[in-house]
């Protein structure tokens, strides 16, 4: 497994549980006045779609999709490099704007988000191939 996969499937191990535990928190308070707030359920949402979810998903493609024959396996190390920075830079800022650093940043941390995403799938896009395509005849 490449290093990008392990640290992308740990951090969303990590971002599992800990949005898993905000979740059984909102449960748990859900009488309690305080504990439905917007921001809590927001920061919760954040963690288990874009902390935990999506760098599942991406660091398993990463891994298992079919390596180019010829030069960078996975391709660039520079997009790889900018997408995965993109991306976490994305998930801390969001979830700091969820938590109360203000409304301005969470639209700048979705837009990392995104930027972050796209540069997975520019990565994927070329590695997506039917079974056999690229394989030089015996």
């Known amino acids: ?3 990008l996969s392990v640290w992308l499937i740990r951090g969303a191990l990590c971002s599992l549980l800990a949005g898993s535990a905000l979740g059984a928190w909102l449960l748990a308070g859900e009488p309690l006045a305080g504990a439905s707030h917007p921001a809590l359920r927001d920061a919760h949402f954040t963690l288990m779609l874009f902390g935990w979810l999506l760098p599942f998903v991406l660091g398993t493609a990463y891994w298992m999709l ?4 010829g030069g960078e396996p996975r391709g660039s190390r520079g997009v790889t490099r ?6 976490a830079a994305g998930v801390a800022i969001r979830l700091g704007g969820s938590l109360g650093t203000g409304e301005l940043w969470r639209p700048v941390g979705m837009a990392l988000l995104l930027a972050g995403t796209a540069g997975f799938i520019a990565l ?4 997506i191939k039917p079974f056999g395509a690229g394989r030089s005849a015996p």
């Open 82 to 87: 900018l997408a995965a920075g993109a991306y």
């Open 124 to 127: 994927f896009w070329t590695r």
């Open 1 to 3: 497994m490449p290093p």
């Open 66 to 69: 079919p390596r180019h024959a």
